[in-house]
T-cell receptor, first 114, second 111 residues
Framework: EAQVTQNPRYLITVTGKKLTVTCSQN?????MSWYRQDPGLGLRQIYY???????DKGDVPEGYKVSRKEKRNFPLILESPSPNQTSLYFC?????????????FGPGTRLTVL | DQQVKQNSPSLRVQEGRISILNCDYT??????FLWYKKYPAEGPTFLIS?????DKNEDGRFTVFLNKSAKHLSLHIVPSQPGDSAVYFC??????????FGPGTRLSVLP
């Protein structure tokens, strides 16, 4: 089954404790992206990657890191989480060519930083 | 300033009637638009798309209309069903760049 998986689905942590949210896709997509969803603001892009070893900042990259060592995986790293990073996070992937840019989203990770 | 706006946070419609969800954008360079549907505890799922060379795209009960001069698009659902109750996001992209999402509209279809 074609899918994007994220782990964990729910996470409660404390300020400053490093964490990683994993994302994996099995559709051989070149493009992967991380979003956060906050009330009234919709989905805002954090980081994206157009292929292996190619990553770039989205609209709200502060406080986050990513890596793309393999095509299927795109982990999101919070080196020192803060309460303003409490949010719902989505990973997404797609092909990167005209006419096939529909993104497939993972189920989401709800993060609470105390 | 939000480039993609969905000015109605919520919409309630009776089952069988038409649902119309609106989306406005400010960037005239946007050339590709998508609608996503999101159920609670799930990720958004693709619903329908339209490119700027068209003014209408239809897929079953779902039709998207694009008015480039007004920088406005709308999603029509006819007839609306209770299973359509979800949050709907409009998204726009310019020339293969990253998508910008609107804040979403929560649709409730009442039986």
């Amino acid at each position: 089954e074609a899918q994007v998986t994220q782990n964990p689905r729910y996470l409660i942590t404390v300020t400053g404790k490093k964490l990683t949210v994993t994302c994996s896709q099995n559709m051989n997509h070149e493009y992967m992206s991380w979003y956060r969803q906050d009330p009234g603001l919709g989905l805002r892009q954090i980081y994206y990657s157009m292929n292996v070893e190619v990553t770039d900042k989205g609209d709200v990259p502060e406080g986050y890191k990513v890596s793309r060592k393999e095509k299927r995986n795109f982990p999101l790293i919070l080196e020192s989480p803060s309460p303003n990073q409490t949010s719902l996070y989505f990973c997404a992937s797609s092909f990167y060519r005209t006419g096939a840019r529909t993104q497939y989203f993972g189920p989401g990770t709800r993060l609470t930083v105390l | 300033d939000q480039q993609v706006k969905q000015n109605s946070p919520s919409l309630r419609v009776q089952e069988g009637r038409i649902s119309i969800l609106n989306c406005d954008y400010t960037n005239s360079m946007f050339d590709y638009f998508l609608w996503y549907k999101k159920y609670p505890a799930e990720g958004p799922t693709f619903l329908i798309s339209i490119s700027s060379i068209k003014d209408k795209n239809e897929d079953g009960r779902f039709t998207v209309f694009l008015n480039k001069s007004a920088k406005h698009l709308s999603l029509h659902i006819v007839p609306s069903q209770p299973g359509d109750s979800a949050v709907y996001f409009c998204a726009a992209s310019a020339y293969g760049q990253n998508f910008v999402f609107g804040p979403g509209t929560r649709l409730s279809v009442l039986p």
